[in-house]
């Protein structure tokens, strides 16, 4: 029985390392390998969403349709953001996650070992039948990630596949988010108080828990909208007794959570960069835990902010745009927080720092664009325009992208064990964040003016704007490949990184060699207050 | 650099900052102010929680910029070691606070203004199909459908040959416009036949969703004649780019004129063919009274 | 089989992990042949019982491991509050779940029925498109969908399979009684009355399906009604049937004697699970029989 042959190959040897040949990623339970094959996995379906993505600012380069029919641009704009959304930022946090939440608590592997495996092992699975639909002769998902039905409702064969596809994610994130909350709260090395953990983690314990509450809460949407469409139900259905519009207050349940699910592990990888290139502790380490539980928690009472121009009740549309504007003070906080901790630093400007500093300028003008989207009469202009999709852009491509993106690079060195090439790493910054500003804010503009959002063509004066932003986003497109290049170089050589990599550099994380060897904190380490991310310990 | 030099160039850089912000503005396009009492005040509030937004802005990246310039290693600057200072962490958490209530008090004033559709002297039914709009005068027996116009139509297929910049208003025409009276306050009952759509011509200073089985209410007070373009807002399908809403809106008097020549040689062809076309005819009855 | 000493000091990272990949497979093929099924495919149902005999080979496969090494006593009392966490945590998920459709259960009871029928902002909507239909509940909507129909009365059926639900929670708790005693064989025959019980309530609500369906004309076809009740319930009665397997192969596992008084985590998880089993049932007989 394999099962015994397991445990047997176990006591033979306790400290060996990782097994050869491709079963080692297949069959793994360490945490180091499952998170670099979170990672891979993310860069994959970043570079396939980005494809899509490049196939709509094509056919948007210029007015009239020249590339692909309407029906296929609808898909490319659901699966760009299914796929960026479940594929590539989701498992690239899930991926950092299971990388450094073991070691910057000092824990031997991840709690649940086995189901973290079968967490991974699922998204490839889901992922292949979610894109094969796209090869369905109905096509795939036309009628945007958010499955609004009726619209959704319409969707030919692939329709089953696609809500299916998205259980198979909801089941892998809920086995992750568990893991790692069973990690967080059980695996901590003695003297790891929670209000000595790094923000990082604290971060991911409160994103754990958003997921845990509203994947199923998705999972309970698309069920209903699967019985909708094969069995008869009337949930949806207003002849029936049912709405459409409750569709969407079940999904923004879970889908302003999942905004936030997005963004907090950032504002963990964030606090810690900034720190350690400022050589100065974080400023505030106990009001950014609160701040982070409170726009958590915020989350919860939001949701309708998406749905602003459904006809909502007076009363409501009050309670969701004051709800939603109170979150402008725990975010506030939270730059206000990182500013200071820069302040009277002693700074330099490495990759990972030069990402979090341009994190912090252009997702605070991401939460500025949602502190106006919050404001419900200028709602009803900005909705569903390019307003929107300039928004949520800038939180989620210069929010939760360059958040991993400047994680990779921070903790490159202790993966692989050589340092990144810093003037490619200073290239790719600086060609990503200027090409990222060509092709968002103009974005801003096209809102205003009047340019609805999902549409394959536009009225000739919204054309300079499209054209503008089309040639920021191929130069993005192409700046990532240069990431991948310089990823792919790091691992196979260079300049070896030693155990701390950067001057600043304070947490346990740090104290392992670099690459961190396959098993780390065997024996728990013991909690030197002093290397300590934060030093704040006293408060 | 001298501390004097720090000074100069990083207040350049802050001016710098706010000449472009302020220029991005005035060159790029904004929001209308649009034709309504309505879309003036949501253009306000837009306009006002831009400007606090770049001011915060300004204020926070350029704290953000000294630091980076004068809190520098290269510049041998020393870390200091503190964590925390509890008057500036109530000072951002309260004057946030303070900001965010005196925007919600005038953003509550226009909001209720917009919920408000008692007054009004004029009913109208939108209904969003896919992909076009039927638009209903209710009481007055006259009803017609609007879709994208001819020559839009041909220019869109791909690859059609026909440069979008020939075709006038290109994909923001109609064969039917609707056409409304100014001056008078209109009532807009909005829904849809298939799936949910959304009616927006920016002009008028909002948006209202068209949803299935269900009347959303909307309405408008045009002061101004003229033809007003908006589009559908509401993923709806392949063609909702294509369904286009085309306002025109007539001094009273030329409406009227209209109206009667509508209701004239013109049949209702078109409210025959949909489901709920039986329940309009009975709401008309009902809602006969409540029309001027 | 030898095996090393178990090293209570360490926490136990098993090496290899082959039943995930199984796992994966396994739920690809039930959902591809759900799939298929749906879209009116032959093959499919034939793949899709296929991939839920995949799933119960990997669920036994996986599980026997664990037990093995739980017997072996590779596990420490950290590894122990893991399992337990991952309990917790996922039947806090299951909570989510049900929360998802009590919300349109509530959603569409308290606002959107009356809406339909005039109340509110809904004045416009009855008045232009569903004039002389009434909020009432329950109700399979304006457009009667399904036909007439009658609910299930809540102090028949359903007030026994309350009482069955509410019963075998104390059984449960008996069971454990037992087992904090020692007392196996008791143990054994409180476990076989839950099973029992369990069992049993299924039967009772598979015959108020077939009353539902050929007697009151109540199916998921009718309206919101049909829909909220049916699928609440359906998805409860899953979680019984699931519990009611568990609460089986926790009885043979302690006809087998696997666990000690001390040491029962894989009896208190199914135990919780089972309790929340019940707390749901209640929340359905308040809200969609009784109300």
Redesign the interface.
Known sequence: M???A???????D?H?GP?KGLMRW?????HKDIGTLYLLFALLMFLVGGFMAMIIRAELFQPGLQLVDPEFFNQMTTMHALVMIFGAVMPAFVGLANWMVPMMIG???M?????N??SF??L??AFV?LLSTLFMPSGGPAGGWTLYPPLSLQTG?SF??VI??I??MG?SS?MG???I???I???RAPGMTLLRMPLFVWTWLITAFLL??????L???V??L???R??????F???????PV?FQ??FW?FGHPEVYIMILPAFGVISEIIPTFARKPLFGYSAMVYATASIAFLSFIVWAHHMFTV?M?LGGELFFMYATMVIAVPTGVKVFNWVSTMWRGSMTFETPMLFALAFVILFTIGGFSGLMLAIVPADFQYHDTYFVVAHFHYVLVTGAIFGIIAGVYYWLPKWTGHMYSERLGKIHFWWSTISVNVLFFPQHYLGLAGMPRRIPDYAVQFADYNMISSIGGFAFGLAQLLLVYIVWQTARGGQKATAQVWEGAKGLEWTVPSPAPYHTF??PPVIDDSKLAHGDVAH | MKKQNIVVVILAVLAGLLLAVWGMFAVGDNMPRGVTEFSREAYDLHMIILWICVVIGVLVFGAMFVSIILHRKSRGAEAAQFTHSTKAEVAWTVIPIIILVAMAIPATRVLILMETTAGYEMDI?ITGYQWKWHYEYMGEGVSFISSLDSASNAARIKNSGIDPASVDNYLLEVDNRLVIPADTKIRF?L?AGDVIHSWWVPELGWKRDAIP???N?AWTEVSEPGVYRGQCAELCGKDHGFMPIVVEVLPKAEFNQWLVEQKGPQDDLDTSGYA?AG??A??DT??TSTVN | ????KP?HN??Y?????????V???G??AL??G??NM??GSDFGVYLMYAGIAIVVVMLF??F???I??SV?G?YNR?VD???R??MI??I???V??????F??LF??RA???P??GGE???A??N?????GFEAVWP?????N??GEFQTVPAFDVPLVNTLILLTSGLTVTMAHWALKKAQRKALVLWLAATVALGFYFMYLQIGEYAHAYNELGL???S??????F??LTGFHGMHVTLGAIMLTVIMFRSMKGHFSDENHFGFEAVAWYWHFVDVVWLGLFLFVYVL
């Not at chain 1, 397991?6 to 033979?12: F, K, L, R, S, W």
């Open positions: 394999s099962n015994t397991a445990v047997q190959e176990h006591h033979d306790a060996h097994a297949v069959f793994t339970t360490n824990a031997p592997d709690a649940l070992p086995r189901m495996n079968w092992w699922i490839p699975f039948m064969n089953a596949f299916f596809a259980h198979m089941i809920i988010a568990i893991n909350i069973a990690t709260l059980n695996m845990i509450a509203v994947m199923p809460v999972a309970g949407a069920t209903m699967l019985t909708d094969f069995f008869d139900t009337s949930f259905n207003a002849a029936g007794g049912g709405d409750m207050h079940i349940f006809g009740p065997e024996d | 039914k009952l829904t089985g269900l009347v209410e709920e329940d309009s009975a709401a009902a809602l | 089989m030898a095996h090393a090293d360490h926490y990272v098993p090496h290899h992990a082959h039943w995930p990949i796992g994966s497979i739920v690809t959902v591809v759900a799939a749906m879209n496969g996986w026997g491991e664990v093995h090494e072996q590779f950290q509050t893991s399992f966490m991952g945590w996922f806090f998920s299951e989510m779940f049900f929360a998802a459709f919300g349109a959603y569409a606002l959107v029925v809406w339909l509110g902002s809904g416009m909507t008045a232009v498109l569903w004039q109700t399979n909507g304006p457009a969908l399904g199916t998921l076809g309206g919101i009604y049909g829909s909220t049916f699928m």
